[in-house]
């Protein structure tokens, strides 16, 4: 005899997007591939911004930032193009 046990997890509502075929998305190289040239571009402008004047007179660079530099604008630009593709798939 087997006991059902309530599920933690909430039930996605209408109003609320599933993840799953965001996760999906995200994964696709149509999304991936211009998420990182937005990323190297972005990145690499940041840096210059950031880090210019320590690169120019060879001081040293604290590389968490750097790597923030371009992982941040990858993050954004490849969740704005998934969830505008969903939307655009739900017909919104």
Known sequence: MSINKPSIA???????PSRSPLLRLLSQPRIVVPALKVALVVGSILNLINSGEKLWNQHSINLWQVGLNFVVPFCVSSYSAARN???RQRGE
Not at 10 to 16: A, G, H, L
């Open 10 to 16: 909430p039930k996605p509502t209408d109003s609320e």
């Open 85 to 87: 593709d969903l939307r």
